[in-house]
Nanobody
Framework: QVQLVESGGGSVQTGGSLRLSCVLTGYRWNPYCMGWFRQDPGKEREGVAGIDRDGTTEYAESVEGRFTITQDSSNNTLFLQMNNLEPGDTSMYYC???????????????????WGQGTQVTVSS
């Protein structure tokens, strides 16, 4: 059974850093792509960063230069290093994987097949 489990969320002050991790289990190959998304209650899920199996990355404009997405393909683990956090980054963060086929876009949530349960990130001013 394919599962994605996120960790690393928490509460920090403005300017602080957090590192999110996501482990993909139950799948013996590398996914075509993985990504991080965030969603606030009542709002549409927003793409934050994505990476494909070749290492190509894509970021939302709002996090470019502050967040870095990386992966450990040997363990199907995804990371999101978040620096210089702002109150606007407060949200529930979700990890996702696309296993079915190649990824034309890396931060469009509708293209992803599997999702984690989410980890909360709170940034206070």
């Amino acid at each position: 059974q394919v599962q994605l489990v996120e960790s690393g969320g928490g509460s920090v002050q403005t300017g602080g850093s957090l590192r999110l991790s996501c482990v993909l289990t139950g799948y013996r190959w590398n996914p075509y792509c993985m990504g991080w998304f965030r969603q606030d209650p009542g709002k549409e899920r927003e793409g934050v960063a994505g990476i494909d199996r070749d290492g190509t990355t894509e970021y939302a404009e709002s996090v470019e230069g502050r967040f870095t997405i990386t992966q450990d393909s040997s363990n199907n683990t995804l990371f999101l290093q978040m620096n210089n956090l702002e109150p606007g980054d407060t949200s529930m963060y979700y990890c996702a994987a696309r296993l079915s086929s190649t990824c034309a876009y890396l931060v469009r949530y509708r293209l992803y097949d599997y999702w984690g349960q989410g980890t909360q990130v709170t940034v206070s001013s």
